[in-house]
């Protein structure tokens, strides 16, 4: 499975975007797949995550309310909306896949086998 993000940028606060991250592999198999955010600071956490069958969706706390996960199984590909932004959702965005088999969408970075490179989001004052 290859994962591809793109769609980071510059935002002004209270402002939106919306991340992409396209999905490949000859045998494509997925049990979820997610999106996690990285900084110096913070390190690597959880963003949210979606369910590749069902779209049984996870949100972290911090993001909740704020921002939405869908995917479209046909063209293999997961998107974050990301409305109300603030500062402290600058980071590095990841998407990532968990080949699975689980019984809850997972939120450990440790429970992903596939992932992308990061897309940089800054979200200006």
């Known amino acids: 499975v290859q994962l591809q993000a793109s769609g980071g940028g510059l935002v002004q606060a209270g402002g939106s975007l919306t991340l992409s991250c396209a999905a490949s592999g000859r045998k494509f198999s997925v049990y979820a797949l997610g999106w996690f955010r990285q900084t110096p600071e913070k390190g690597r956490e959880f963003v949210a995550a979606i369910t590749w069958d069902e779209g049984e969706t996870k949100y972290s706390d911090s993001v909740a309310g704020r921002f939405t996960i869908s995917r479209d199984t046909t063209t293999k590909m997961v998107y974050l909306r990301m409305n109300s932004l603030r500062r402290d959702d600058t980071a590095t965005y990841y998407c990532?896949?968990?080949?699975?088999?689980?019984?809850?969408?997972?939120?450990?970075?440790?429970?992903?086998?596939?992932w992308g490179q990061g897309t940089l989001v800054t979200v200006s004052s």
């Open positions: 990532a896949a968990d080949r699975g088999p689980d019984v809850r969408i997972p939120s450990r970075p440790t429970q992903y086998d596939y």
